[in-house]
């Protein structure tokens, strides 16, 4: 058995330093998914479409339950999204002409100055759904993640991997390959998505597993994407982002179990005047 892993069972057990601390957070993070779930009771849930008030149709008087659902989502979906988001809106900052190129698709799809009234038209927007894979090509919110060998195992080429092997794959790492990506992998390229005819063109998911791909990949994926779509889209046709600190400064991205950038990303924001 490994050091580390009696160490911290030594700490449970006797409830102290980091394990005491552990013991605390989780109590917090309970709390407050039980407060979540308290407010949706008294605000209603029957009539409503998000996402707990559907699950606390099918099951509402398991408590247990529905406190892991939240904690999931929050866990898997909001951290997500926001890491997706302001990496996406740095670089989108930083390139100018990429956010007019958004608007110019937006208003030929949708019409000027339309709102997007379906998810059907997000399908149809096919350069923003560049921008987005590309910016988490570049900024995967989970750089890396790591899997544990069940049993003595071969990886598809070969390599044999023995029982108890941690094994992790790095989608940080694997979307900045020049063998994966060429010599200007290390470049912000929406267009790199998008194929002759002018349609998104998705990568094999094993070469961009920013979602992890297979069996257990990201249930939440078409959800995330319509989210930061959607919100990219009416924010940029409506407003100009600059960012507070010059260009050349670029944002330390701070991993942790979902990355973020050090310190935030002040922006300026600036409404677009309309001129027609
Ligand atoms: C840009 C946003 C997102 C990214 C990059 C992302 C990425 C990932 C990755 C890499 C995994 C695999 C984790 C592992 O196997 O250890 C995962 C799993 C998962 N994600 Fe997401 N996710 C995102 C948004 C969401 C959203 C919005 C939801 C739901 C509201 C969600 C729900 C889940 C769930 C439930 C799993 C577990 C699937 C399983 O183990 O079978 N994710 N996600």
């Not at 394990?19 to 409503?48: D, T, W």
């Not at 267009?191 to 002018?198: A, F, Y």
């Not at 779509?229 to 507070?244: D, Q, W």
Request: charged share 25%; with cysteine; proline share 4%.
């Amino acid at each position: 058995m490994h050091v580390s892993s009696i160490v911290w069972k030594i700490k449970r057990f006797f409830n102290i330093g980091s394990e005491r601390k552990l013991k605390k957070a989780i109590k917090l993070i309970n709390i407050l998914a039980q407060e979540v779930i308290r407010q949706r009771r008294k605000l209603g849930f029957s009539n409503h479409k998000d996402l707990l008030s559907r699950f606390m149709q099918g099951d509402i008087a398991n408590e247990t339950y529905l406190r892991d659902i939240v904690i999931s989502f929050l866990l898997a979906g909001r951290d997500t999204v926001a890491s997706a988001s302001t990496s996406l809106f740095w670089l989108l900052a930083e390139n100018p002409r990429v956010a007019e190129r958004i608007r110019e698709e937006a208003n030929e799809v949708l019409g000027l100055n339309q709102e997007l009234t379906s998810c059907e038209q997000l399908r149809d927007l096919h350069y923003l759904q560049a921008c987005v894979y590309e910016s988490m090509r570049l900024y995967p919110p989970i750089q890396f993640d790591s899997k544990f060998c069940l049993e003595d195992d071969f990886l598809p080429d070969g390599t044999f991997v023995k029982k108890g092997t941690r094994v992790t794959y790095h989608p940080y790492a694997m979307g900045r390959m020049e063998e994966l990506w060429g010599v200007d992998c290390l470049e912000f390229k929406p267009e790199r998505w998008i194929n002759k005819d002018g349609v998104f063109s998705q990568e094999n998911p094993y070469k961009y597993p920013v979602f992890q791909a297979g069996v257990r990949v990201c249930l939440g994926k078409e959800m995330a994407l319509v989210e930061l779509k959607s919100m990219a889209l009416s924010f940029l046709r409506r407003f100009n982002v600059e960012l507070v600190h010059p260009s050349h400064h670029i944002p330390r991205f701070s991993p942790g179990l979902t990355a973020s950038l050090r310190g935030g990303l002040p922006v300026f924001v600036r409404e677009i005047k309309c001129t027609t």
